[in-house]
C-alpha cells in the first residue's frame, strides 16, 4: 500500500460542505427541510472514520517509533487554523457589537460582556483541548463545532500512547491498537446501553475503530481485523439508532432510521474509495486542504449573519453572503496557514526516514 492516503481531498470537502449546508439552512429558511436527517452530524462522524484510517495509515508509514513526531505533527495540523479563526472572531466581534446585540449559533440572545472576556477568549483558545469544556468552557463560543475537533485530538492522545506503548514492549503499533480498539469498543457499548461512564466520546469511539481496521483490511486482511470492522459498524449503527429522539439544543425530531442508513451508505462510499487506492490529483489535494478551514470558518459567517438579523429574516441573500465569506476565509487560511504549516509537517515527518511525501491528514 502506498504510503500516501492522498484521494480522500474531494470527499472531505464534501463532507464539509454538508455541514456548512446544514447550519446556513437556518440564514435561508426558517425550518431546515433536511434538519431531521442531521447531515452535518453524519458528515462529522464520517470525518472520525477517515481519521481512524489515515492516522493509522501515518503511523505505520511515517511514525511506528517516533510517537513524539506524531504529537507534534497532529498540533501542527488542528492548532494554527484553529487559532486563526478564533483570533478572526476576536477581531470582527468589537465592530459587529458596536451596532448588533450578539446573537449565538442557535439564534439565542448572548451576553456581548462575557464574550468580550479575556477569559472567554482564553477559554475558546483552549476549546481543542479535551476535557476542557467540562473543567472551563466558554461563555460565549467562536467555534460550536469544535467539540469534534476536540474528539480529534482525543484520538490523538490514544494513538500516541498506543505508540509509544508498542515500542517499550517491541511490538507493532497494528497488534497494540487492535487490543485498544477491542477496549475502545467495549466502552463504547457499556455507554451506549448504559450510560455507566457519563462521557459521551466514548459513543463515537466505534467510528475511529471502524476506520483503522478498514486501513489494514485493505493493507493485509485477517480475520481478526475484520471481525473488528463488523463490531465497529454495529456500534456505529447503536450510536445512531440510541440517540435522543429530539435534538437536546434545538428541540427538532429526529430520524434516526434514515440518519443510520445515510450513515452506512456514506462510510461505503469510503470503503470504497479507500479499496481503490490513492488518487493523486491536484484538485484533490486542494479538497483535502480546504475541508479543515471550511468546516471551521464557516462558524464566523453564521454568527455575524445571526447578528445581524438573519434569524429574523432568512433569505437566499443572507445565505450567499455566508457562503461567499466562508470561500474568502477558507482560501485565505489555505494559503497562510494550510500549505505552509504542511510542509513544516512534511519536514518533521521525513526527518528520520528520507521519506516527504506529504500524508493526506484528517481534516473537519
Known amino acids: 500500500m502506498s504510503a500516501s492516503v492522498n484521494g480522500f481531498g474531494a470527499f472531505r470537502l464534501v463532507l464539509a460542505a454538508s455541514v456548512l449546508w446544514m447550519h446556513f439552512e437556518k ?8 434538519e431531521a436527517f442531521e447531515i452535518g452530524t453524519i458528515a462529522v462522524c464520517v470525518f472520525f472514520a477517515i481519521s481512524g484510517y489515515v492516522i493509522s495509515n501515518a503511523i505505520d508509514v511515517h511514525y511506528a517509533r517516533r510517537p513524539g513526531a506524531f504529537m507534534l505533527n497532529r ?6 487554523a484553529y487559532l486563526a479563526v478564533v483570533i478572526i472572531a476576536l477581531l470582527i466581534l468589537p465592530v459587529l457589537l458596536s451596532t448588533y446585540s450578539l446573537v449565538d449559533h442557535s439564534g439565542n440572545q448572548a451576553s456581548s460582556v462575557a464574550a468580550l472576556s479575556l477569559a ?7 476549546a481543542v483541548v479535551p476535557l476542557t469544556n467540562k473543567i472551563a468552557p466558554p461563555e460565549f463560543i467562536f467555534v460550536p463545532f469544535v467539540w469534534a475537533v476536540r474528539t480529534e485530538v482525543m484520538f490523538y492522545v490514544v494513538a500516541c500512547l498506543i505508540c509509544l506503548l508498542a515500542m517499550l514492549i517491541r511490538s507493532s503499533y497494528g497488534r497494540v491498537g487492535f487490543v485498544f480498539g477491542v477496549l475502545a469498543l467495549v466502552a463504547a457499548y457499556v455507554e451506549i446501553a448504559t450510560g455507566l461512564f457519563g462521557f459521551p466520546t466514548f459513543r463515537v469511539a466505534p467510528f475511529f475503530v471502524l476506520g483503522a481496521a478498514l486501513y489494514y483490511i485493505v493493507k ?9 470492522a463488523i463490531a465497529a459498524v454495529v456500534g456505529v449503527v447503536l450510536e445512531t439508532l440510541t440517540r435522543s429522539p429530539q435534538h437536546e439544543v434545538l428541540g427538532f425530531d429526529r430520524n434516526l432510521s434514515g440518519q443510520a442508513m445515510l450513515l452506512i451508505a456514506t462510510l461505503i462510499v469510503f470503503f470504497l474509495l479507500a479499496k481503490r487506492g490513492p488518487m493523486r490529483s491536484r484538485w484533490d489535494t486542494l479538497g483535502g486542504q480546504l475541508s479543515y478551514p471550511v468546516y471551521l470558518a464557516h462558524s464566523i459567517p453564521l454568527f455575524v449573519c445571526l447578528t445581524m438579523g438573519a434569524n429574523v429574516a432568512p433569505s437566499i441573500w443572507w445565505w450567499l453572503a455566508a ?9 485565505t487560511l489555505v494559503w497562510t496557514i494550510e500549505r ?5 509537517r512534511a519536514t518533521i515527518r521525513s526527518s528520520s526516514n528520507g521519506d516527504k511525501t ?3 491528514a484528517p481534516a473537519f
Open 120 to 126: 472567554n477568549a482564553a477559554k475558546n483558545f483552549m
Open 358 to 360: 506529504i500524508v493526506g
Open 323 to 331: 457562503v461567499l465569506a466562508t470561500a474568502v476565509l477558507s482560501f
Open 27 to 34: 440564514l435561508r429558511v426558517e425550518q431546515a427541510t433536511l
Open 75 to 80: 498540533i501542527n495540523r488542528i492548532a494554527p
Open 340 to 344: 505552509p504549516f504542511a510542509r513544516l
Open 220 to 228: 493485509a486482511p485477517n480475520l481478526g481485523n475484520v471481525g473488528l
